[in-house]
Nanobody, 114 residues
């Protein structure tokens, strides 16, 4: 079992920045990890995903603005979000696929005001 705990969400004005963190209770190693987001009434959607082979995919809507990274020594992954837009408002979830088992964080709210 792996517990994922997100932090760093909050309220920010459009054009601002936030950095989300996701701390894992066990080593994240070289497993696939990433970030998803969900708004009310919509399905959870991919924001950024780093595969176990190191390939990073971003949703087109965040390319050039968001950056996913990881610190294996701290068992933590990050999502740096710059130039935030109102439409980025959502609950953000971190995701880990460890040895074929999927884990999700509890979610952190990001609200971007105009």
């Amino acid at each position: 079992q792996v517990q994922l705990v997100e932090s760093g969400g909050g309220l920010v004005q459009a054009g601002g920045s936030l950095r989300l963190s996701c701390a894992a209770s066990r080593s994240i190693g070289l497993n696939a990890m990433g970030w998803y987001r969900q708004t009310l009434g919509k399905q959870r959607e991919l924001v950024a995903l780093r595969t176990r082979f190191g390939i990073i995919n971003y949703d087109d809507s965040v390319k050039g603005r968001f950056t996913i990274s990881r610190d294996n020594a701290k068992n933590t992954m990050y999502l740096q979000m710059n130039s935030l837009k109102v439409e980025d408002t959502a609950v953000y979830y971190c995701y880990l696929n460890r040895d074929g088992v999927e884990y999700w964080g509890q979610g952190t709210q990001v609200t971007v005001s105009s």
